[in-house]
């Protein structure tokens, strides 16, 4: 399937996973988009003229940095470089801002090259229904050949700027700026150094610490706490992890194929996009655990994970599988 990124799995066709904030802030002002900053005609739409710009529907391919795409979404908007051309952009704009009505002000930015190829659509209809709250209505940015986190929901205002102002993702969770899917432009590189890598994996605690990228893979870590640890793509292949505590834990695309996991604890984990391929996971328990993208199998079904009915994966996880892995799953743990 060529139009399947590398990493990549298909979420079931009736299911569109929900992923960070989940509302816009409160306002009893009516929708507007702002366009401003290197601009020589600022602009302000209402909804009812933006649409009134001639929508066209655009088939768009969405790729989660979390592992799972949808193909062929069709979304309803405007282009935005018919906005852009109408509010005449200074030749000094290099970047493109893109910022939502939410509570943190949730931001990403594009280059203009890539606003120029990529024709990111400010969508307000998704597969003929009119954008549900939670995906981002009544208006977002949807831009196709990205990583979507580079698609705000809610948005606001669009600011043009001489030099980029990186977006909350890439600002506070290391996400990779250019986002090609492509490349597999996820992450930023891990920050540790050697020295204190070892020394982590000598003391087996992880509790609370921003362990991002960290390479364990092949130690024995029995008994490792790491509650609440931030261990986002983390290496853990072949890692003994028996009873290890990763209560709440960020293990958000972390690689643990072929590691002992008997009896350890992923409640309340983020385990969206990791891989458990033939890990041993009896008495492992994924109560609470959000299970997103994640892999217990490879895509042809093989190399699954060690599962039998002491290993807690309740319905609600299980319901966020791609349809590979739920069924490897429902067929291994009756
Ligand atoms: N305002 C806002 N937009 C956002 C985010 C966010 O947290 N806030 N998360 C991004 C990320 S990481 C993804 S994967 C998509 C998720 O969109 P969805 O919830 O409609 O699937 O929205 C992107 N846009
Ligand atoms: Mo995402």
Redesign the pocket.
Known sequence: MASLPPGQQLAAAHK??????RQPRPSDKPWTLTITGLVQTPQVWSLEALQQLGEVEQAIDIH??TRWSKLGMRFVGVPLRRLLTLALPRPEAKYVSFI?R?ARD?STSLSWADVQQLEPLVAWQADGEPLAV???GPLRLVVPQRY??K????LERVELLATDRLG??EAEAGYHNHADPWHEERYLAPHLTKQQTAQLLAQRDFRGLDLRGIVAAGHDLTGLKAEQALLRDGNFQDANLTQANFHGANLSNAHLERAILREAQFTAADCEGANFSAADLRGADFTGASLFGASFCDELGNAGAILDPSTRLPLAARDQLMPIQAEYVRRHLQ
């Open positions: 569109w996973p929900l992923v960070g904030e989660c940095v939502a939410s949730h939670e995906h981002g979507f986190y698609s705000v929901k809610w909350y993702w």
